[in-house]
């Protein structure tokens, strides 16, 4: 699941409570009772103690009136009449100056005399108190704006009265959510209490904690905590810290800490709270369950679940014995329950205690408010989680349309709304309507001045995970960083939302192909959860499957399987591995199986994978179709191709019955069809299927992916298969580019690419190139720290052959020992792999010389071979070749012939002889036969190789083009001198068109056809070759090696004797190694 955790305000928006003991407005500081004065027609009016007051209040004429019930008579104001109060008759009385009033006199425009008294502005700040307290929050500033303005013109503003009637103003204004005005209006009224010295008193603590609950709302956290610390030495300096508003202030700490990241210190802060309230006795009354249902909040942060679900169900208790359980504060303590039910795993327990939730919302009337929009928020989390996007969706849609009716969108709850309907859309795919959603929230946080905070680092990195998803890595790694620098600044590095941003980075890098930055990033996110104790969640499971993931890119498959054992015993603890995500992880551990040659164990995995998908009813999903592929696959190494192509038929059908098979998913598995039908050597239905694939990418605007490069990957090796290496090279370049530009050419597959493409441009003729490309992969492998590989043994022996063909015989043997080496500490030394690098080593040291060091390889190998029964292979007979060759260099010509004819006995036997290998046995054969004399037979199986290279398309091969010069020899043996020219010049034409001109073997077939031409007269000819010859070994550094040297010679005695032929041919080519 993308990253949807329970956002920080979701319950957390009363850490600081705002009514009660916790911060409420100071009423009436001074008592003031007005004189009113007698007149003749009224008497004064006596307080009575029989008038009780109703709750509505009224606000007309300046007086202020409340409805009232007199049991005695009194006299109206205004009109002067008696009012009785008899028959329902309305009295009413002004709380000010104490007057009567009928309900006529009461709508007159007349001044209270008490608002005209020195002590009105004492008396209006009453009156603001109590406006504000009957929820008339405008009305009540108001007053107390009317009441500053007398005392700035009564210059009484900067007095005791004066501080408390700002301390009002800034609560009246805290609770519209004017924290800044409310900070201003603090700050002010300390000012004043600095300047009269009268902060050490109970309401200069009282202010100074009001002080830091407006930081902490504002984010400044940090001077939050300084402001705790200030009111509490205050509270102890005038002895009323052990009280219930000690406990309040303690309680504010915590929050304090824990959202500047101190969660421990948030929890030693509430410990401490609780500590206070037990000795006070106030812990069990709605307040102290308020501090319950914080401490379970910071509990549940710092990933105890258990103690946090114990703290809030002592809050749960506290309640429902007080009989609040069905008020505001119940309603938000069975929000918090449920936000940690679904933390610890069981969101059907926290959707039923949002149920009960939404029930007291609407019992308490707050139906259609915010706290009922964010409690819609939940639920909607919750349903994401229990895997129903589209009910979650519906619940988010309902919270946006209170939101907006409301008008509080642009807030901070709204901002996460928002970004928790893009993490749903993230996770359904829907990444541009994803990247919607949270640039929303990000405008509305920027707006409110709240995206440097935890919540717009959390929003950044949900931002960066839709990017990366989409396919923008630069983007993403862009994102995250930002996201990263703000949780520094913030210190909230240590915080389960950090962890989530790192596990991002960790894809992000992987994507890139930076392993070791993938490792390094799961690292940081593994300490954070540790810390937390959090590994054994969700999100833990989550993390542990991407380290198996990092460490199987690492070729540490059994490092790999063990992240993901322990990540499905997470989720067996949380009973949530029947899920789809649980079927994710147990395909992952199939494939790390598979990695380490456990086929059958794969299979198991990806069996129990499969049945859950069924019984969660997400088979017919991309994942399952990929579950299906990976099934497939483990039949197809298991050689089973049939088995495999059923399982992929089952997942084309889901994709055609979903309409996802025009999808990357469907080109997937196209794909993976290609690739079995390639191993059944169906090669036009593989080039098909690739082609397919390739079609579909491109209309879905995907094939700029590292998906699309490995398919132009495996499309390129198909046309390679068909004999078609122009289009395969231009297939591997395309992906190169590919690659390139997704930053994922370093990376295993990039390695395997630039390997392929190196075949490619060799049987071109490009043999630079060739190397180019194996260096390059090299240099891959060894930043990947792949290189000790069983690849990387195979890429060093490709390479020495490569330098083989460049005549760097040392270079050759130096890789070829690296690969040795590499093999006998994996234990492959007796494997096909092992063998066909015993065999290269023999052909080098053939070429270098070391006839002995050549025939021991091969002598070594073959052992290997008769040990496994592999002689009787086509292997096997490419190994007899090379004995053979072997000692054709040592002089034994006999035992060459034997070698070489069982060679040929066993791919008759194969039936492999017909085939490009067959035609080197065949050519290698032939040269051995002209070394016997038995020119007749040499012309005829080098006939017989021309023939088969015909069949095979490879005739027209530097390979083709050495035979044709054998032929061309054996030809001229036997005196057919323009048949000779003809088989070379057909040699020449070839090696010109693969570019294999311009070798040293080039400018020996050159020479050799200038001899003949001397030979036929054509001595114009005869100069021509010798010229060209003598260019090519210029430019090859090679003019002084002993061929260089005798067409020195040839070119001299040309120009001296033209007409005699002095020499026929220089070792007309001898037996080729064959190297695999």
Same mark, same amino acid.
């Given at each position: 699941?993308?990253?949807?955790?329970?956002?920080?305000?979701?319950?957390?928006?009363?850490?600081?409570?705002?009514?009660?003991?916790?911060?409420?407005?100071?009423?009436?500081?001074?008592?003031?009772?007005?004189?009113?004065?007698?007149?003749?027609?009224?008497?004064?009016?006596?307080?009575?103690?029989?008038?009780?007051?109703?709750?509505?209040?009224?606000?007309?004429?300046?007086?202020?009136?409340?409805?009232?019930?007199?049991?005695?008579?009194?006299?109206?104001?205004?009109?002067?009449?008696?009012?009785?109060?008899?028959?329902?008759?309305?009295?009413?009385?002004?709380?000010?100056?104490?007057?009567?009033?009928?309900?006529?006199?009461?709508?007159?425009?007349?001044?209270?005399?008490?608002?005209?008294?020195?002590?009105?502005?004492?008396?209006?700040?009453?009156?603001?108190?109590?406006?504000?307290?009957?929820?008339?929050?405008?009305?009540?500033?108001?007053?107390?704006?009317?009441?500053?303005?007398?005392?700035?013109?009564?210059?009484?503003?900067?007095?005791?009265?004066?501080?408390?009637?700002?301390?009002?103003?800034?609560?009246?204004?805290?609770?519209?959510?004017?924290?800044?005005?409310?900070?201003?209006?603090?700050?002010?009224?300390?000012?004043?209490?600095?300047?009269?010295?009268?902060?050490?008193?109970?309401?200069?603590?009282?202010?100074?904690?009001?002080?830091?609950?407006?930081?902490?709302?504002?984010?400044?956290?940090?001077?939050?905590?300084?402001?705790?610390?200030?009111?509490?030495?205050?509270?102890?300096?005038?002895?009323?810290?052990?009280?219930?508003?000690?406990?309040?202030?303690?309680?504010?700490?915590?929050?304090?800490?824990?959202?500047?990241?101190?969660?421990?210190?948030?929890?030693?802060?509430?410990?401490?709270?609780?500590?206070?309230?037990?000795?006070?006795?106030?812990?069990?009354?709605?307040?102290?369950?308020?501090?319950?249902?914080?401490?379970?909040?910071?509990?549940?942060?710092?990933?105890?679940?258990?103690?946090?679900?114990?703290?809030?169900?002592?809050?749960?208790?506290?309640?429902?014995?007080?009989?609040?359980?069905?008020?505001?504060?119940?309603?938000?303590?069975?929000?918090?329950?449920?936000?940690?039910?679904?933390?610890?795993?069981?969101?059907?327990?926290?959707?039923?205690?949002?149920?009960?939730?939404?029930?007291?919302?609407?019992?308490?009337?707050?139906?259609?408010?915010?706290?009922?929009?964010?409690?819609?928020?939940?639920?909607?989390?919750?349903?994401?989680?229990?895997?129903?996007?589209?009910?979650?969706?519906?619940?988010?849609?309902?919270?946006?349309?209170?939101?907006?009716?409301?008008?509080?969108?642009?807030?901070?709850?709204?901002?996460?709304?928002?970004?928790?309907?893009?993490?749903?859309?993230?996770?359904?795919?829907?990444?541009?309507?994803?990247?919607?959603?949270?640039?929303?929230?990000?405008?509305?946080?920027?707006?409110?001045?709240?995206?440097?905070?935890?919540?717009?680092?959390?929003?950044?990195?949900?931002?960066?995970?839709?990017?990366?998803?989409?396919?923008?890595?630069?983007?993403?790694?862009?994102?995250?960083?930002?996201?990263?620098?703000?949780?520094?600044?913030?210190?909230?590095?240590?915080?389960?939302?950090?962890?989530?941003?790192?596990?991002?980075?960790?894809?992000?890098?992987?994507?890139?192909?930076?392993?070791?930055?993938?490792?390094?990033?799961?690292?940081?996110?593994?300490?954070?959860?540790?810390?937390?104790?959090?590994?054994?969640?969700?999100?833990?499971?989550?993390?542990?499957?991407?380290?198996?993931?990092?460490?199987?890119?690492?070729?540490?498959?059994?490092?790999?399987?063990?992240?993901?054992?322990?990540?499905?015993?997470?989720?067996?603890?949380?009973?949530?591995?029947?899920?789809?995500?649980?079927?994710?992880?147990?395909?992952?551990?199939?494939?790390?199986?598979?990695?380490?040659?456990?086929?059958?164990?794969?299979?198991?995995?990806?069996?129990?994978?499969?049945?859950?998908?069924?019984?969660?009813?997400?088979?017919?999903?991309?994942?399952?179709?990929?579950?299906?592929?990976?099934?497939?696959?483990?039949?197809?190494?298991?050689?089973?191709?049939?088995?495999?192509?059923?399982?992929?038929?089952?997942?084309?059908?889901?994709?055609?019955?979903?309409?996802?098979?025009?999808?990357?998913?469907?080109?997937?598995?196209?794909?993976?069809?290609?690739?079995?039908?390639?191993?059944?050597?169906?090669?036009?239905?593989?080039?098909?299927?690739?082609?397919?694939?390739?079609?579909?990418?491109?209309?879905?605007?995907?094939?700029?992916?590292?998906?699309?490069?490995?398919?132009?990957?495996?499309?390129?090796?198909?046309?390679?298969?068909?004999?078609?290496?122009?289009?395969?090279?231009?297939?591997?370049?395309?992906?190169?580019?590919?690659?390139?530009?997704?930053?994922?050419?370093?990376?295993?597959?990039?390695?395997?690419?630039?390997?392929?493409?190196?075949?490619?441009?060799?049987?071109?003729?490009?043999?630079?190139?060739?190397?180019?490309?194996?260096?390059?992969?090299?240099?891959?492998?060894?930043?990947?720290?792949?290189?000790?590989?069983?690849?990387?043994?195979?890429?060093?022996?490709?390479?020495?052959?490569?330098?083989?063909?460049?005549?760097?015989?040392?270079?050759?043997?130096?890789?070829?020992?690296?690969?040795?080496?590499?093999?006998?500490?994996?234990?492959?030394?007796?494997?096909?792999?092992?063998?066909?690098?015993?065999?290269?080593?023999?052909?080098?040291?053939?070429?270098?010389?070391?006839?002995?060091?050549?025939?021991?390889?091969?002598?070594?190998?073959?052992?290997?071979?008769?040990?496994?029964?592999?002689?009787?292979?086509?292997?096997?007979?490419?190994?007899?070749?090379?004995?053979?060759?072997?000692?054709?260099?040592?002089?034994?010509?006999?035992?060459?012939?034997?070698?070489?004819?069982?060679?040929?006995?066993?791919?008759?036997?194969?039936?492999?002889?017909?085939?490009?290998?067959?035609?080197?046995?065949?050519?290698?054969?032939?040269?051995?036969?002209?070394?016997?004399?038995?020119?007749?037979?040499?012309?005829?199986? +080098?006939?017989? %190789?021309?023939? @088969? /290279? &015909?069949?095979? $398309? *490879?005739?027209?091969?530097?390979? !083709?083009? =050495? #035979?044709?010069?054998?032929?061309?020899?054996?030809?001229?043996?036997?005196?057919?001198?323009?048949?000779?020219?003809?088989?070379?010049?057909?040699?020449?034409?070839?090696?010109?068109?693969?570019?294999?001109?311009?070798?040293?073997?080039?400018?020996?077939?050159?020479?050799?056809?200038?001899?003949?031409?001397?030979?036929?007269?054509?001595?114009?000819?005869?100069?021509?070759? +010798?010229?060209? %010859?003598?260019? @090519? /070994? &210029?430019?090859? $550094? *090679?003019?002084?090696?002993?061929? !260089?040297? =005798? #067409?020195?010679?040839?070119?001299?005695?040309?120009?001296?004797?033209?007409?005699?032929?002095?020499?026929?041919?220089?070792?007309?080519?001898?037996?080729?190694?064959?190297?695999?």
């Amino acid at each position: 699941m993308a990253c949807a955790a329970y956002c920080a305000r979701n319950d957390d928006e009363e850490f600081c409570d705002t009514s009660g003991s916790d911060a409420k407005f100071h009423e009436v500081q001074i008592p003031f009772v007005p004189a009113v004065p007698a007149s003749p027609q009224m008497p004064a009016l006596p307080k009575s103690p029989t008038v009780a007051f109703k709750a509505r209040q009224k606000n007309v004429s300046g007086h202020q009136f409340n409805t009232a019930v007199s049991g005695a008579p009194t006299w109206c104001h205004g009109c002067r009449r008696m009012l009785w109060g008899f028959g329902g008759e309305p009295i009413f009385q002004c709380t000010l100056c104490r007057s009567h009033s009928c309900a006529g006199c009461r709508e007159l425009d007349v001044t209270c005399p008490s608002l005209t008294a020195p002590e009105a502005p004492s008396l209006l700040n009453d009156v603001g108190s109590a406006k504000a307290q009957q929820g008339d929050v405008d009305g009540a500033l108001e007053a107390f704006a009317e009441a500053r303005r007398r005392r700035e013109s009564a210059g009484t503003l900067e007095t005791c009265d004066g501080a408390r009637l700002l301390k009002n103003t800034g609560l009246a204004k805290y609770s519209k959510g004017q924290y800044k005005e409310a900070l201003e209006a603090y700050e002010e009224a300390r000012r004043i209490h600095d300047k009269t010295e009268t902060l050490c008193t109970l309401g200069g603590a009282a202010l100074i904690r009001s002080i830091g609950i407006a930081k902490s709302d504002l984010g400044d956290f940090e001077g939050a905590v300084k402001a705790y610390a200030e009111a509490r030495q205050l509270y102890e300096t005038v002895g009323a810290f052990e009280s219930e508003a000690g406990a309040s202030l303690l309680n504010n700490l915590g929050f304090a800490k824990a959202e500047h990241g101190d969660v421990e210190g948030a929890l030693r802060a509430y410990s401490e709270a609780r500590e206070l309230r037990d000795r006070t006795k106030s812990l069990r009354t709605p307040s102290g369950a308020r501090l319950l249902k914080n401490m379970g909040v910071a509990a549940r942060v710092h990933g105890d679940l258990d103690g946090a679900l114990a703290h809030l169900a002592e809050a749960r208790r506290i309640l429902e014995d007080t009989g609040t359980l069905r008020s505001t504060s119940g309603f938000g303590l069975l929000r918090s329950i449920g936000i940690t039910l679904a933390e610890s795993g069981n969101p059907a327990a926290a959707l039923d205690t949002f149920n009960e939730a939404l029930k007291i919302c609407s019992c308490t009337g707050a139906s259609e408010t915010h706290d009922h929009a964010n409690l819609l928020t939940s639920i909607g989390l919750a349903k994401h989680q229990h895997g129903n996007c589209a009910v979650a969706l519906e619940s988010f849609a309902e919270a946006h349309r209170i939101y907006e009716m409301n008008r509080s969108i642009d807030t901070l709850d709204g901002a996460i709304l928002l970004r928790s309907i893009g993490t749903v859309k993230l996770d359904c795919k829907n990444y541009k309507g994803a990247l919607v959603d949270f640039a929303n929230s990000r405008s509305i946080l920027t707006r409110i001045d709240a995206l440097q905070t935890a919540d717009g680092a959390g929003l950044l990195g949900c931002i960066g995970e839709a990017l990366l998803e989409s396919g923008d890595t630069k983007g993403a790694a862009k994102t995250f960083l930002e996201a990263l620098r703000i949780h520094q600044a913030t210190c909230s590095l240590k915080s389960a939302r950090a962890a989530r941003l790192f596990m991002n980075i960790g894809r992000s890098k992987r994507q890139s192909g930076d392993t070791d930055g993938v490792l390094e990033a799961l690292e940081h996110a593994y300490q954070i959860l540790a810390d937390l104790r959090q590994l054994s969640t969700v999100s833990g499971a989550q993390l542990l499957a991407n380290i198996g993931d990092a460490k199987g890119d690492r070729g540490d498959p059994a490092g790999a399987l063990e992240a993901f054992r322990r990540a499905r015993d997470a989720r067996e603890q949380l009973e949530c591995l029947q899920t789809p995500e649980g079927a994710s992880l147990l395909s992952s551990m199939g494939n790390a199986h598979g990695a380490c040659g456990e086929v059958d164990s794969a299979l198991q995995a990806y069996s129990y994978a499969l049945s859950i998908r069924e019984q969660t009813n997400s088979l017919d999903t991309p994942e399952g179709v990929n579950l299906l592929v990976s099934i497939g696959y483990a039949h197809r190494v298991r050689g089973n191709g049939e088995q495999a192509l059923l399982v992929y038929a089952q997942a084309r059908q889901i994709c055609e019955a979903t309409d996802t098979l025009y999808t990357p998913t469907g080109a997937g598995l196209l794909r993976n069809i290609g690739l079995v039908k390639r191993d059944q050597k169906d090669l036009d239905a593989a080039l098909d299927a690739f082609v397919e694939a390739h079609r579909i990418r491109e209309a879905a605007g995907c094939m700029e992916t590292p998906e699309g490069a490995s398919l132009l990957h495996n499309l390129g090796n198909m046309r390679s298969d068909l004999g078609d290496m122009g289009g395969a090279l231009l297939a591997y370049e395309v992906a190169q580019r590919i690659r390139e530009k997704t930053a994922t050419l370093e990376t295993h597959d990039g390695a395997g690419l630039l390997v392929n493409m190196a075949i490619a441009r060799g049987t071109k003729g490009d043999v630079n190139g060739k190397l180019q490309a194996y260096m390059e992969a090299q240099q891959i492998h060894e930043r990947l720290g792949t290189l000790k590989t069983s690849d990387g043994a195979r890429l060093l022996h490709n390479l020495g052959i490569t330098k083989s063909e460049l005549q760097d015989s040392v270079g050759a043997l130096d890789m070829f020992e690296q690969a040795m080496d590499i093999y006998a500490a994996l234990g492959f030394l007796s494997t096909d792999s092992g063998v066909s690098l015993l065999k290269s080593i023999g052909a080098v040291k053939n070429t270098c010389g070391d006839l002995e060091g050549a025939l021991a390889a091969f002598t070594r190998a073959l052992a290997i071979c008769e040990g496994s029964q592999a002689l009787r292979t086509p292997d096997g007979a490419n190994l007899l070749m090379n004995v053979g060759c072997a000692k054709s260099a040592k002089g034994d010509i006999d035992g060459a012939l034997d070698a070489l004819k069982e060679a040929c006995s066993i791919r008759t036997m194969t039936g492999s002889l017909a085939t490009p290998e067959g035609a080197v046995l065949l050519n290698n054969l032939g040269n051995v036969l002209c070394q016997l004399g038995e020119l007749e037979g040499a012309l005829q199986n +080098y006939q017989e %190789a021309s023939r @088969i /290279r &015909e069949l095979t $398309g *490879t005739l027209q091969t530097p390979g !083709g083009a =050495l #035979l044709l010069a054998n032929l061309g020899s054996a030809r001229g043996e036997c005196g057919d001198l323009s048949g000779q020219l003809e088989a070379y010049s057909d040699a020449r034409r070839i090696s010109e068109e693969t570019g294999a001109i311009e070798t040293p073997n080039g400018a020996d077939l050159l020479m050799n056809i200038g001899v003949v031409k001397g030979c036929l007269g054509d001595f114009e000819g005869q100069r021509e070759a +010798y010229a060209a %010859a003598h260019c @090519i /070994r &210029e430019r090859t $550094g *090679t003019l002084k090696t002993p061929n !260089g040297k =005798l #067409l020195l010679s040839q070119m001299k005695l040309a120009q001296e004797q033209p007409a005699t032929l002095v020499q026929r041919l220089f070792g007309a080519f001898t037996c080729i190694p064959q190297a695999v």
